[in-house]
């Protein structure tokens, strides 16, 4: 149980161009979910955080015009690169959590290529 | 403000040695503890938790204890595998309004060689 699901799994793109990667609980209803960035040989750095229904909250740093997150349902949490530039390369991974439950279940990530 | 530090890497080990990635953290609350491993490519899988000190996490082989009185979360295991070759991320989650916030250490990969 508790799986979460990323879409797509590598996607490459030119400069300019918007791309949207989804996030899925397949099995449970997160309420919410999370969304990490890593760079190459280095750990996870928290974007943001969505629950279902409301604005995501951002971490300092992270433009929320650049990385629009929408959380529609329990189940789908949608991250939009916007405008993508080469330096927004990165491996994108998302995590869900329950209210109550004191664990995040991860995704298996985007490689997001920009040319 | 809550942390995680762990030791660097890489670790090259020989299959069969015995492995020891420490991990050391800072909260303010009573935090739980996980170990998470990445294979290349991969998502994070949940390897070991912890929710409270004194607890023993463990899976595949691989042991964690809570140890409140040093703050340290070490992974442990007594024989490793080529197939345990991975980036190992300690982590720590403190109870946050409504939901858990996660603070990862930097990763320390693993390299066994047969």
């Known amino acids: 149980g508790a799986v979460v699901s990323q879409h797509p799994s590598r996607v490459i793109c030119k400069s300019g161009t918007s791309v949207k990667i989804e996030c899925r609980s397949l099995?449970?209803?997160?309420?919410?979910m999370f969304w990490y960035r890593q760079f190459p040989k280095q750990s996870l750095m928290l974007m943001a955080t969505?629950?279902?229904?409301?604005?995501?909250?951002?971490e300092q740093g992270v433009e929320k015009d650049k990385f629009l997150i929408n959380h529609a349902s329990l189940t789908l949490s949608t991250l939009t690169v916007t405008s993508a530039h080469p330096e927004d390369s990165s491996f994108y991974i998302c995590s869900a959590s329950v209210t109550g439950y004191n664990e995040q279940f991860f995704g298996p990530g985007t490689r997001l290529t920009v040319l | 403000g809550d942390s995680v530090t762990q030791m660097e890497g890489p670790v090259t080990l020989s299959e069969e040695a015995f492995l020891t990635i420490n991990c050391t953290y800072t909260?303010?609350?009573?935090?739980?503890l996980f170990w998470y491993v990445q294979y290349p490519g991969e998502g994070l899988q949940l390897l070991l938790k912890?929710?409270?000190?004194?607890d023993k996490g463990s899976n595949k082989g691989f042991e964690a204890t809570y140890r409140k009185e040093t703050t340290s979360f070490h992974l442990e295991k007594g024989s490793v595998q080529v197939s345990d070759s991975a980036v190992y991320f300690c982590?720590?989650?403190?109870?946050?309004?409504?939901?858990?916030?996660?603070?990862f250490g930097s990763g320390t990969k693993l390299n066994v060689k047969p």
């Open positions: 912890a929710t409270k000190a004194d």
């Open positions: 969505s629950n279902e229904g409301s604005k995501a909250t951002y």
């Open positions: 099995d449970f209803q997160a309420t919410t």
């Open positions: 909260a303010t609350g009573y935090p739980s």
């Open positions: 982590a720590l989650s403190d109870r946050g309004y409504n939901f858990n916030k996660f603070y």
